[in-house]
């Protein structure tokens, strides 16, 4: 089960690396999903944030402050996470070539090869209870420590980013027979890449 983030990249044309940011859409960074999987419930409902600040600066967020998890699921269920880029054109949102997958999260939220680690859970700094709490404990304190949150990606390959893009992360617990709770997850995070090198 410890399969780490894919990145999965099929039929790609072009293979320069290149360097982006991401100019936010929403100045709330997360916005709701226009087509979630059925019943999925927004970041708000699955995470008290009222105790973490976010500072939009430019291209960083400054990011203090703790997140209290809400999310009504079972401490045993296996929490799968996925990522999906979506490019605006022509009136509709059409799938790209970038996704990630991961069939167990919670294994490797503190992997250190994961771009989550490098952008986010190293400045959690109760990292023992949540290791072993994970998301999917209700009552469990993400406590970070103040850290900056740099909107660029580095070092993507394939097709050239150009114009209004949207993220769509999707986090569902499943029981132990494998059977998807009633809740998921479901977050968008709308912006525009800008190619920078
Ligand atoms: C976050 O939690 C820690 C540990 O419980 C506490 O010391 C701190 O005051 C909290 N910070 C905020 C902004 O609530």
């Excluded at 690396?17 to 409902?45: H, K, M, R, W």
């Excluded at 790209?96 to 090869?113: E, G, H, K, L």
């Excluded at 290791?131 to 404990?137: A, D, F, Q, R, Y």
Aim: aromatic content about 10%; hydrophobic content about 40%.
């Amino acid at each position: 089960m410890g399969i780490s983030w894919l990145v999965i990249i099929v039929g790609v044309s072009s293979c320069w690396a290149a360097d982006y940011e991401l100019v936010l859409e929403n100045p709330d960074i997360f916005s709701p999903c226009t087509e979630g999987p059925p019943g999925s419930i927004e970041v708000p409902q699955a995470l008290d944030l009222d105790q973490l600040e976010i500072i939009h600066d430019g291209d960083t967020l400054h990011v203090s402050g703790n997140a209290t998890v809400k999310w009504d699921v079972n401490p045993k269920d296996r929490i799968t996470g996925k990522l999906e880029v979506f490019h605006f054109s022509r009136g509709s949102w059409e799938p790209t070539v970038f996704s990630m997958v991961s069939q167990d999260f919670c294994t490797i939220m503190y992997d250190r090869n994961q771009y989550w680690y490098k952008m986010w859970t190293a400045y959690i700094s109760n990292r023992a209870d949540v290791e072993k709490k994970c998301i999917n404990t209700p009552g469990t304190v993400l406590v970070h420590e103040p850290f900056d949150l740099n909107l660029r990606v580095q070092n993507i390959r394939g097709p050239t980013l150009r114009g209004r893009h949207k993220l769509v992360i999707v986090f569902n617990a499943l029981d132990e027979r494998n059977i998807p709770r009633a809740s998921p997850i479901c977050c968008e995070i709308r912006g525009e890449f800008i190619k920078i090198n």
